[in-house]
Every structure is written in C-alpha cells, then in structure tokens.
C-alpha cells in the first residue's frame, strides 16, 4: 500500500501552494507587482532595442549593399580645413580606374546639385544627380516605371532623366511623366523613366526628391566641371568591402601621385562598418534599458521576500502543527520555497503578458516596429523563477528552524 | 542497540529514566524537571495531572518528542531517542505520536479530509491510499460526512474529533492528548474523552492524557501527579 513519495507529491505542494496564494489574492498580486514590471520592461525594452537595430539596418540596407563610398578630400589653406568634397580630385577617369578592380562589382560616380527643375507652368527645386548606369544597381533602387538610362546614352551625354517619386508629384501631379519634356538649367530633358519608391533615408532626409540624369550629361551640360562629388561602388562580397577598401586606396594614391609622406586627398568610407557602428551603439542602449529593468526586477524579488517573511511569521502556529505530525525541515523548507516560486512564476507569466502589451502599443501607435523574440522571453522567465527561489530562501530557511515547540504556542 | 521497532513484552513501550529538564533565560537557569523516572507500557491509558508550573506541559513535550530533555535518557519501544536530530524526531512523531491539542490545532486553509490526510502526506503516502486512509480515521469519529468541510464550518467538538482522526490516521501507537477538552463545553467534552476510550480499548493505542481538570483525567487507567518538576504520585485508578 505504502509508495514512495514520486513526482505525483510535487504537484500536490504546487496545487497547495497555489491554493495558499489564492486565498490572499490582493496581497499576493501585489507582491508580484514589481515582478510584473520588472519582466515586463525587460521584454518591452528588449523588443524597442530589437526593433530599433532592425530599422536602422533597413534604412542602411536600402542605401545600397556591400557599398564603399568614395570623397574628394579636404583642402587645408593657410590653416582652414575645409569639409569633404570641396577638392576637385576624383575624376571620371578615377571612376574607370576602380572599375577594373578585381573586388569591385559594380560602380556609379556621383555629381549632385540642386536645380530648379520645370514642367510646363511647374518648377521645383529639387536635387540632380548625375550617375550612371549601374546607378540602381549599386543603390538597390530599380525603376518603378519605364527604363533607366543605357551605357550607351551615358557615354553619348544624351539628354535623358529618369526622376524620383516626390519630385514626379511635385511636378506632374497624377500625371504620368515618363516621355514629357523638363528643363533643368535651361536644357531640355526627356523623362523616360520613374524611380520606385525608397522613403526617407537614417538622417530624415527624403530620398525620392531627386532627378538622375547621367553624369556626362552633368558635368558637360549642367555643372561644367570635370569632376564628381562621389563614387559609390558595390563590392562583390561583404568581405570584399574591405579588400577593396584598400585597394581603391592604393589605387588613387598611385593615380593621384601623392608622395608616401602626404595623407589622402579622398576618402573611403564603408557602409557596412557605419551599419555595424549604429548597430553596436543600438546594442549598447538595449542593454541599459534591460539593466534598469534588470534592477527593477531585482526589487521585484525583494518584495517578495518580504511578504514571504511576513508569511512566515504569521503561519508560525500552521508550521509548528505541521512539524508536530511529522514534518521534516526540508518539507517546511519546500513549502515556502514552492510558494515563493510559484508566485514569483505568476508574476513573470503576467509580465510577459505586460511586455507584449507596451511592445504592440508601441508599434500601433509610433513609427518604431518593436520584434519580441522567444530569448527575452525564456530569459526573464528563468530569471524570475531565480528571483523567487533565491530571496525565497531565506524566509524558507527561517521557518524550517524553528522550534515546533515554540511554534505551537505562538498564537 | 536494540531493535527500536520490534514491540515485545519485555520492552516498556516508554521509559524515562531520571529525565532533567533547565531552561536558561539570561543567567538564571530554571529547573522545570529535576529527574524524572517513568515506565509506561503498551496500551495503557494515563493521565498525567497538575497544576500550571508544574512541569507537566514540559514532561508532555518531551513524551511526545518535540522537545530534548538536557539531561537523562528516553527510550521509546526500546530505543534511546534523547539523542536524536530534530529531523530523527520528526520521523518519530510522524509514525509513533498522534497529537490532541487543547485549541485543535487544525489548518484551517486545508479542509478536514486534507487534514487528516496530513500526517500520511509526510509518511510519504500515495495520494489515493491516504485519502482511503482518513476516510477510515474520520469514520471512527463518526464524522465522515464532513470531509468536504473547513475547520471554520464545524463546531469546537467536531473539530477536537478531527484531531483525533489525524492523531489516529497513521496507526501511531501513541496518542499524546494536551488538555482537550480545555475549550469544549462538558457534554461536548464527555463525547471527545469517549472517543479517547473507544480508541484505546478498541484499537490498544496507548493514551497519554495531560490534565488539570480532575473529571477527564479520571477517564484514565492510571493518574500520575507532577509537582515542581518530580513525579509526586502514580496510582492505578482502574484494573485494566
């Protein structure tokens, strides 16, 4: 008749320590508060920090792929150092040059300006980009409408625009644009292609109110010069991006005649190290939010320490009868300890729930898409099973030694 | 040592022998029992009588191991159990000692049936057979119908009844009663000593029985006097 005590008795202590609980619903609840907070901003922030790094690579994404960004470089006169791109140092030659690099993909020079840009009775200031033809390869914007401007109309400077949706509204209204005459610069351009839609760049800016022509166009017609504002070239490979970083670098150098004891007179930046810099500094935010929520949790788990201690005392004559039959201190340790984690438990459950809640809010009601992943969730659920069990020892322990002599008196 | 759970006649089921009791409160040490000597043999019922002070309360504790004398020996069926872990002492209580307290001494969270269950619940019992169990103990307390109830629900003397069913449960062969019939009216009180009887003619449990009111403690077979801290005297009341 007579079994060992198996896993059957660990449901009985939980079914009795949920019962223990639910008979002093209000206080029990509030002792789980700061539990429930605690989880809760510790998921919601996690979820906003998530959310955050996943916009930031997207918005960094859409500027283009494995992309290095070449700029003249300062001038230095008489102890004033200008900013990027005032020197006239990279040619379209240059662009040629880099072409023929074993790690390049694909490459576009850049020479933007802001022009007024007119329709019939319309104009618009916008920005025109001279480019060339790989110019929605290597910026991962193809067209949404007609055709982007061939190698053969760059190398021709034919008088061609393709142009960009705000810029499009701007000046057609619903108008279809494509195969109507613009003047830029009192030269007249063909419109032959509508760019898809890109939105606003990481730094607020809209993108899409622009008008690309190609670069001989620019610099024969428009801006009269013989250089470019920027080169923008794709590597193969996200590894490559730093290959080729270097190699563009020798390469101008050599081009650029400039002696081993002078700096650069360009820049290369790459992408994929600002995509990793705005990522880490995302990270880095994540994890203080998560260390004050990590706090609030910790003051979670002394709350509920001491109700547990208070509990303790008032169940002093419940642990002396329970003693008195036959209880070892280890049964008493268990009860209180199940209790508290039980409890503790409770509270992370609900926490979650909270966490959910701000997180959806958040991304109803703001521009920011917060993304709950299954870590943070396991995590704070461990960690509040932690919580309850670690300061729930110690009020366990207490009632474990005591008296049952004592106990039994104690009204 | 002997074999502490093989009961046979030449074994007192309690001996105490010349069992000393000081408790310290600051400096002044109080001597609350000063060598104590005392056989009680398997399926006697006793009553141990007197006054507040005496020592009575403190001999009951020690009788029913939750408490050490500091000095003397106890031997339970045999065995020396002076000397054991609280934890030793647990076990003991569990499966030889049933408890009746003056004030019932019920959880009053758990319902009658999961009290008297109890007792079975630290012995390491299956669920269903200590459920089969207390059904029994609360039967013979003509309280089967209240299994379902609370503490709060039942009358003082239905709840003495319950204590007695969890005292029994365990067929612990000691049952160790501290004045319980101290908060019950006397009819009430009549029909809980009754059941005192019913159970050690019955089933031969040993009744120890601490007492001041000279009425319950004639209940018993034989009335042991405790007066600052001896044994005053030992009387066999009725033949057994």
Known sequence: ?411 | MTNSYDINGDIPLIRLENIGMVYKIGDIAYEVLKGINLIIENGEFVSIMGASGSGKSTLMNILGCLDKPTSGSYFLEGRDVSGLTPDELAEIRNKKIGFVFQGFNLIQRLSILENVMLPLYYSGYHSKDSEEMALKALKLVDLSDKGNKFPNQISGGEQQRVAIARAIVNDAPIIMADEPTGNLDSVRGADVMNFFEKINSERGATIILVTHDKHVADYAKRLITVKDGIILSSETVKKI
């Open chain 1, 1 to 411: 008749m007579k079994r060992k005590r198996v896993k059957f008795a660990f449901f009985l202590d939980l079914e009795s320590a949920y019962k223990t609980l639910l008979r002093n619903k209000i206080r029990s609840f509030l002792t789980i508060l700061g539990i429930i907070i605690g989880v809760g901003s510790v998921i919601a922030t996690i979820g906003i920090g998530q959310g955050a790094s996943k916009a930031i690579q997207v918005s960094i994404n859409s500027m283009g792929s494995n992309m290095l960004i070449i700029l003249p470089g300062s001038s230095s006169l008489g102890g004033i150092n200008s900013g990027f791109g005032v020197l006239p140092t990279l040619t379209l030659n240059d662009v040629y040059a880099i072409r023929k690099l074993p790690s390049v993909k694909t490459d576009t020079a850049i020479l933007g300006m802001s022009q007024q840009v007119i329709w019939r009775g319309n104009n618009w200031s916008t920005l025109i980009n001279g480019a060339d033809s790989t110019f929605p390869i290597v910026r991962k914007w193809p067209v949404a409408k007609g055709a982007f401007f061939t190698p053969q109309q760059v190398a021709s400077a034919a008088n061609v625009a393709v142009i960009g949706n705000t810029a499009a509204t701007e000046l057609f209204g619903l108008i279809n644009p494509i195969g109507h005459i613009i003047i830029i610069h009192s030269v007249p351009f063909t419109v032959i292609g509508l760019l898809s839609i890109k939105g606003f760049n990481a730094f607020g800016q809209d993108q899409d109110d622009i008008v690309v022509i190609p670069i001989t166009t620019m610099m024969e017609k428009i801006a009269g010069t013989t250089w470019v504002h920027a080169i923008a070239v794709s590597a193969k490979t996200q590894k490559d991006t730093v290959v080729a970083q270097s190699q563009i670098t020798r390469l101008l150098r050599q081009r650029h005649h400039i002696p081993l004891n002078k700096p650069n007179d360009f820049f290369v930046r790459n992408l994929t190290e600002i995509a990793q810099a705005a990522n880490s500094s995302a990270a880095t935010f994540t994890i203080l939010l998560a260390s004050i929520a990590a706090v609030s949790l910790l003051v979670g788990g002394i709350g509920i320490m001491n109700i547990m201690l208070v509990s303790v005392t008032e169940r002093t004559k419940e642990i002396g009868i329970r003693m008195a039959i036959g209880a070892k201190k280890s049964d008493i340790l268990k009860q209180f300890l199940i209790e508290s984690a039980v409890l503790s438990l409770f509270g992370g459950l609900l926490g979650i729930g909270l966490g959910f809640g701000i997180s959806s809010a958040i991304s109803a009601f703001s521009p920011l898409k917060t993304v709950v992943t299954a870590e943070p969730i396991i995590i704070s659920v461990v960690f509040s099973l932690c919580v309850g069990i670690f300061f729930g020892f110690y009020p366990a322990f207490k009632a474990s030694r005591m008296n049952p002599v004592e106990a039994l008196r104690y009204e």
